[in-house]
């Protein structure tokens, strides 16, 4: 098993994508794990975390390679975000607990904040597949789970996002600032399910696939596994709405078991789910013990994969099982199963296999999709959601573009 499987990924891609005349359209995905970005000339991702350095002046020396500052241009105040954000922490560091990290009400905390403006910045930044123009109008697009648009996650979310935003951001040896201001108009809000219908029902062009129609007209069941939970959407007679949600199934419940059990076979262990991240690019973990024959300190080094396995294994017939028993006696109902979100990725074959043989069980023919079916440049399924979000975004702003040409003429 390859750990860095399981790892949160750092990376930041220049790709030329469908996009507007006037507007510049940006699509975020902020998960618990990590950001997600889609835009004109992009797409990008990185861990969600960000920890305070203090004012200007604590910057020392210069970044590494896809190392991330955030700099407040109206405070002064530096942020490191993502992966070397991650790497900042110690062991020891106990300021940062999973309820702080993992809240469904985090929207208007400082870290959200830092992260989604990093993540809209790295939407904006310059890349080689594009610049952008500072003339066009910004418009940031993004989702929430079905249950939640009607509610105050709606409301907070809007508000983390809205207002003048002045910054700048380091991405590496790269430096950009920006300033500009985002009001309610420009954004957008969707179900998250229908990011993963738009991302298989339309082409880089935003065009409707051959097989959009069919989607559309079906029943679909769609299973969404993210880093705290792994949620069942159904598109149900052209409604989209929840189903149900899994709790203990996803990425955070194979890492908190990994770290268990390493913790229970390897005493004196140190590590948790923001260390373990680091460890996971190593492969394994290192801690001081001391030595019996000599009574003098020594490191040793223990290896994260077999726990790991162990862990993930019994995370997966665990997810499997609930899954299952939640849809053995509807299945039929259904005539596609998408699978999607960035947990999946290292299962693909696994759920295939399984679900093909529930769905033979259940002879009735199911077709079973990955989410990422149609990502020609982005084919990892940790992009489903946010690239979903992009493609509606720029066709309904087309299409207000077209009104807007035509009011015009006449």
């Avoid at 208007?108 to 066009?136: D, H, V, W």
């Avoid at 399910?193 to 989607?215: Q, V």
């Avoid at 299952?324 to 299945?331: C, M, W």
Wanted: hydrophobic share 35%; net charge negative; with cysteine.
């Amino acid at each position: 098993m390859e750990t860095l499987d399981f790892r949160t990924k750092t990376e930041f891609k220049s790709v030329k994508h469908a996009s507007c005349r006037t507007y510049w359209p940006v699509a975020i995905d902020i998960g618990y794990s990590a950001v997600k970005t889609y835009s004109p000339n992009g797409c990008s991702c990185f861990p969600s975390y960000a920890k305070k350095l203090g004012l200007r002046e604590t910057i020392v020396g210069s970044p590494v390679k896809d190392e991330i500052w955030y700099i407040d241009d109206t405070t002064n105040e530096v942020w490191r975000v993502g992966e070397s954000a991650m790497r900042s922490v110690s062991a020891n560091d106990t300021n940062e607990t999973d309820e702080k990290l993992f809240s469904r009400h985090r929207y208007l905390s400082e870290m959200f904040r830092i992260i989604a403006r990093t993540g809209i910045g790295f939407g904006m930044m310059n890349t080689g597949a594009g610049a952008y123009n500072a003339g066009l109008a910004p418009y940031v697009q993004t989702g929430l789970p079905p249950a939640y648009l009607k509610g105050t996650d709606r409301q907070e979310l809007t508000q983390a996002l809205t207002g003048h935003h002045k910054f700048t951001l380091r991405l590496g040896d790269r430096t950009q600032s920006f300033d500009f201001t985002l009001e309610e108009k420009d954004i957008g809000i969707m179900a998250q399910p229908e990011g993963t219908l738009m991302s298989i029902s339309m082409n880089d062009d935003t065009r409707s696939t051959k097989s959009a129609r069919n989607y559309f007209s079906s029943n679909v069941l769609i299973a969404d596994a993210g880093f705290e939970t792994v949620d069942l959407y159904e598109l149900y007679n052209r409604q989209i709405r929840g189903r149900a949600t899994f709790t203990s199934v996803g990425m955070h419940a194979i890492l908190d078991k990994t770290i268990k059990k390493m913790q229970e076979k390897c005493g004196g262990v140190q590590v948790d789910q923001l260390t373990i991240q680091a460890a996971l690019e190593a492969g394994k973990v290192s801690m001081v013990e001391w030595n019996p024959s000599n009574g003098r300190p020594r490191r040793v080094y223990h290896e994260i994969a077999p726990f790991l396995e162990e862990a993930a294994n019994e995370v997966f017939d665990d997810l499997c099982g609930q899954i299952g028993e939640n849809i053995k006696d509807s299945i039929s109902e259904y005539r596609y199963l998408v699978l999607t979100g960035g947990t999946f990725a290292p299962w693909e074959q696994a759920m295939k296999e399984y679900f093909g043989a529930l769905c033979e069980i259940g002879g009735n023919g199911l077709t079973i999709l990955m989410g990422n079916e149609n990502c020609k440049d982005t084919t990892d399924l940790i992009y489903t959601n946010v690239r979903g979000y992009y493609l509606y975004a720029v066709s309904g702003l087309r299409r207000k573009e077209r009104d807007t040409a035509k009011s015009d003429g006449e």
